[in-house]
């Protein structure tokens, strides 16, 4: 059993109460987390608000040895981490170890990026006087996470934060809180000054959110998560006017064109799809196959899919792990259900796993469902979920209109073989990010965010350093 707490100031607090964690593949509780109140959250804000000044005011080569010493600490401690991400999120062994990774290449090139911040000066139009534009850190940010990725998207908010010169207060996913336990101690062995990184966990978001958005201190808030939580920051937002940076919802199209190298399509999409346990926000939701090779990119696929073994995620052979909760296991059973009643047929999988050892999880056969149409449930929402729905089209001007036709634009998938009509589709498709035969286009050196209800501003690049700055004109006369 392990036990979490908040991490405020340098130093590990208790609390009153704490809230268990469960194994999504057992059912089984593993261990507990604090349940922060007001006075956890206050505590918080005050201590990164404190160090904000100091750390700010460092020169960006001493801000990134300690990103770098944080990056060697995760290192040092990949396999704990790893055994806690799939404890508490259930993807498989060698994914979790990936993620550490990642998380570690966030850090390494947000330092190095943290050297970058310039500013200019701008030639004025009056003599003696000078124009000079300043980049300077915004100030306390609260990073708000979700369960898919439990360390790797703390990573991602707080290596542009840090390298910019910003303080933060970090609140993960209820679901998955002990991994970021696991991320702050690694945190904490390599030295940061107290209060730079700050923990609070809670079973009930909505309880400690005016606690910890409202503060005037605050001058940021990043979240990773669905659309409508999204909104609801938005709103709180407003309060002071905090910025605001928004990484939400998808339903990320998968195009198949008839000059496809299908081989290549079928591992992409098992690539795309199917990485933690198909639940992520790039996952391709919609895959659209054109009518001439349908039915060769289905059999392919099916082959491709039914060879995916399901199972717990510190198995070694296991491809897919199981759902999160509950909750997100009946959304999948609604989608499929919904799909079938309006005509569409299981080509492979479409039921929950009951074998002896799977009862208790939330696990859902890899499925395949033909004879989509855009009617069904599953072609307006995220499913979130190990379900390909297959969608037929005749040509390129139709399935641009469908794909793009969604509130959501975050991620996109082509596979094509004639580079015009990559480069038309993709400058015509309203998607953040676009992957041509790539099944993995997200990189921490470049820009991710979507467009319309998918988000705001980017994570990545150097456009996720910038969502971090402030920028300052001095003018002086001479």
Avoid at 161 to 176: D, F
Avoid at 242 to 254: C, D, I, K, T, W
């Amino acid at each position: 059993m392990i036990r979490g707490r908040c991490y405020v100031k340098g130093s590990w607090l208790e609390a009153e109460r704490s809230f268990p964690v469960n194994d999504p593949a057992t059912g089984r509780q593993v261990g507990t987390a604090a349940e922060a109140g007001a006075a956890e959250v206050i505590a918080a804000i005050e201590a990164a608000s404190d160090a904000f000044p100091d750390w700010a005011a460092l020169v960006p080569a001493e801000r990134a040895a300690a990103m770098r010493r944080v990056s060697a600490a995760l290192i040092e401690a990949i396999d704990d981490i790893a055994d806690i991400i799939v404890s508490e999120q259930g993807k498989p062994r060698g994914q979790a170890t990936w993620e550490v990774r990642y998380a570690t290449e966030w850090l390494d090139w947000f330092a190095e990026e943290g050297r970058r911040a310039y500013g200019r000066v701008i030639p004025s139009a009056v003599p003696g006087k000078r124009l000079t534009v300043l980049r300077q850190a915004v100030g306390p940010v609260v990073a708000i996470t979700p369960w898919n990725f439990p360390v790797a998207m703390i990573a991602r908010k707080l290596a542009p934060a840090l390298a910019a010169g910003c303080t933060m207060v970090v609140k993960p996913a209820e679901q998955t809180p002990l991994s970021a336990v696991k991320l702050f101690e690694a945190l904490g062995s390599a030295g940061l000054p107290p209060g730079v990184v700050n923990l609070v966990t809670s079973s009930d978001p909505e309880a400690i959110a005016p606690v910890l958005l409202e503060d005037p201190r605050i001058r940021k808030i990043t979240f990773t998560g669905s659309t409508e939580v999204g909104k609801l920051l938005v709103r709180a937002s407003a309060t002071n006017l905090a910025r605001v940076s928004l990484e939400l919802g998808g339903h990320a199209p998968f195009i198949v064109f008839d000059d496809a190298d299908l081989d290549a399509a079928v591992a992409g999409m098992l690539a795309a799809k199917f990485q933690v346990n198909a639940q992520s926000c790039l996952c391709p939701n919609r895959t659209y196959v054109q009518r001439e090779v349908l039915a060769d990119f289905t059999q392919r696929l099916s082959v491709a899919v039914g060879g995916l073994k399901v199972g717990p995620g510190h198995a070694e052979d296991t491809d897919v792990g199981p759902l999160i909760d509950d909750r997100t296991f009946e959304k999948v059973r609604r989608h499929v259900e919904d799909a079938l009643t309006r005509g569409a047929e299981v080509v492979i999988g479409g039921s929950r796993l009951e074998d002896e050892g799977f009862r208790e999880g939330y696990f859902f056969t890899p499925t395949i469902l033909a004879g989509c149409t855009d009617a069904m449930v599953i072609a307006r929402e995220e499913t979130f979920g190990p379900v390909v729905p297959l969608f037929s089209f005749d040509d390129e001007a139709e399935v641009i209109t469908r794909a793009n036709d969604s509130r959501y634009g975050l991620a996109a998938y082509v596979y094509t073989r004639d580079l015009g009509r990559a480069t038309r589709v993709s400058e015509r498709l309203e998607y953040g990010l676009i992957g041509i035969n790539d099944p993995r286009p997200a990189s921490p050196v470049a820009p991710f965010g979507g467009f319309k209800e998918s988000g705001l501003g980017r994570e990545g690049g150097i456009e996720g350093l910038e969502e971090f700055l402030e920028t300052k004109l001095v003018s002086i006369v001479f």
